[in-house]
């Protein structure tokens, strides 16, 4: 019971690492909004039971972040944790081939849809005494990856809003920190290589030192600690969980392990 008593909001809570966090936090005893643009989220809520409430949010949208926390407030009272989950991939191209609707598409859900969600997060918080906002970014913010140009900047825009919120909202006791997944074993990445169950092995996973694939639980533990008291001296981080792929990356031109994280 490490959430006891405490309210969460998690977007992209209707599919892959936000359902597995919101099943999580509300297994540890949060109160969770469950916040998606697909309709999943009612789904996911309807599971957890009377200690979870859907809402239709898109993050790109400002008004509708400020009323899924809006609707934390009226529903369980107050916002003490948010997980910044909802993302999107965008195209597998080479630079030169990205086109500007690409790259608004993609900076529209993974860095404005964060934004607007930190933002009011925080005013929610700083009118309950504190909080922690984890934001889900991904390894290929902090290494590169093949094809992933438009992707990996703006998760690298998230790594610094991190680091830079971290620092803003220090005195008003509120920690700010980020989960950078490696690839994991969610739905978009099992269409993309049309296997039903993870394929284990460094044949499938060259480059990844722990030898599996990730499971959406992986992320959903680092996002529970991050969020939990046990946490309450760490602030700023940018975790890798990647199963050794950042620390080992060489950097010599070898393909990518297949997707980076997908939600």
């Known amino acids: 019971m490490r959430l006891k008593n405490k309210v969460a909001v998690i977007t992209g809570a209707g599919s892959g690492m936000g359902r597995a966090m919101a099943q999580m936090f509300a ?3 949060a109160k969770v909004v469950c916040a998606d643009i697909s309709g999943k989220q009612e789904e996911v809520a309807a599971g957890i039971g009377k200690n979870a409430a859907a809402v239709r949010a898109d993050v790109a949208n400002e008004a509708d972040v400020r009323n899924m926390i809006a609707a934390a407030e009226s529903t369980f009272g107050r916002l003490d944790i948010l997980v910044n989950n909802a993302g999107f991939g965008g195209e597998m191209k080479p630079l030169h081939e990205q086109t500007a609707e690409s790259w608004d598409r993609v900076h529209s859900v993974n860095v404005r849809g964060v934004f607007f969600g930190m933002k009011y997060g925080v005013i929610s918080m700083l009118k309950s005494g504190g909080g922690a906002i984890v934001n889900i ?17 703006a998760k690298a825009g998230v790594n610094q809003l991190t680091r830079a919120a971290a620092l803003d909202y220090a005195g008003n ?18 269409q993309s290589v049309e296997h039903p169950e993870p394929p284990p092995g460094v044949t499938v996973l060259p480059g990844i030192p722990l030898n599996r694939w990730g499971l959406a639980r992986d992320i959903a533990a ?6 939990s008291d046990e946490a309450a001296y760490v602030t700023g981080v940018v ?8 620390i080992g990356f060489s950097g010599m031109g070898a393909e990518n392990p297949g997707k980076p994280s997908g939600h």
Request: hydrophobic share 40%; glycine share 16%; net charge positive.
């Open 222 to 227: 680092a996002a529970l600690y991050l969020a």
């Open 173 to 190: 006791n509120i920690r700010v920190n980020a989960v950078a997944p490696g690839t994991t074993w969610t739905g978009l990445v099992k």
């Open 137 to 153: 970014t991904s390894a290929s913010g902090v290494v590169g990856w093949k094809h992933h140009s438009i992707y990996g900047a």
């Open 27 to 29: 297994a540890e005893g």
């Open 239 to 246: 975790l890798p969980v990647d199963g050794g792929y950042c």
